[in-house]
Every structure is written in C-alpha cells, then in structure tokens.
C-alpha cells in the first residue's frame, strides 16, 4: 500500500529555513501529484503547494509564494518543500499528499494518501 512519511520539521526563529521531505512508497511515483498542505491549531487543512507527476507543473498558495518552493526527485521517489523567510503564522503540521491523477491540484478531495505530518513551529 502507499506509505508517505514526512520528515525535516522543527523549531526555527522567523527569518529562518527548513526544508521538509516526503518519502513515497508502494507506487509509481512518477505518475501522481504530490501536494503540501498545513493545518494549524484550531484552523482547518489548507493548501501549501502541489507539483505534478513530471514536475512540469507547480502551484503554490499565495502566502507562501516567493518562499516556499516544491520540488520532486521522481528517480528518489521524494518531494520536497523548501521553506525560507519563515514567519510566525507558519507555524503548523505540514503533510504531504499523493494525487490520484498526475495532474496538480489545489484540491484536498483530490488527494487519496497522506502521511502522518511533520510539526513546524516558528517563533518570534
């Protein structure tokens, strides 16, 4: 069955980077969208970034665009979420999710997997 397992976060100051990761197993990764999305504390999961099979197409949500980048290694079977200029407001659970087509999407109904999240804490 797919396995997704996130890892990378952590306890940063604002200004700071992190970079997460997501581990895919039990399936061709190269053909699914991965996406990156947060949920805060008391908030409801909202979308981050999403990339689609061959990388070609990226999609990322307006707060966090000009620092946050997606990228995928499909011959590593990973996805990545680079994060600088963290900011207090980042502060959350960040999971990664597969697709069910290759195509990206903003959606969280059009995802069918996810891991188990990796906390990220900003402080100021």
């Known amino acids: 069955q797919v396995q997704l397992v996130e890892s990378g976060g952590g306890s940063v100051q604002t200004g700071g980077s992190l970079r997460l990761s997501c581990a895919a197993s039990?399936?061709?990764?190269?053909?699914?969208?991965m996406g990156w999305f947060r949920q805060a504390p008391g908030k409801e999961r909202e979308f981050v970034a999403t990339?689609?099979?061959?990388?070609?197409?990226?999609n990322h949500a307006d707060s966090v665009k000009a620092r946050f980048t997606i990228s995928r290694d499909n011959a590593k079977n990973v996805v990545y979420l680079q994060m600088n200029s963290l900011r207090p407001e980042d502060t959350a659970v960040y999971y990664c999710?597969?697709?069910?087509?290759?195509?990206?999407?903003?959606?969280?109904?059009?995802?069918?997997?996810w891991g188990q999240g990796t906390q990220v804490t900003v402080s100021s």
């Open positions: 999710g597969k697709g069910r087509s290759t195509w990206s999407t903003k959606s969280e109904a059009a995802y069918d997997s």
């Open positions: 039990g399936l061709s990764f190269g053909s699914y969208a």
């Open positions: 990339i689609s099979g061959n990388g070609g197409s990226i």
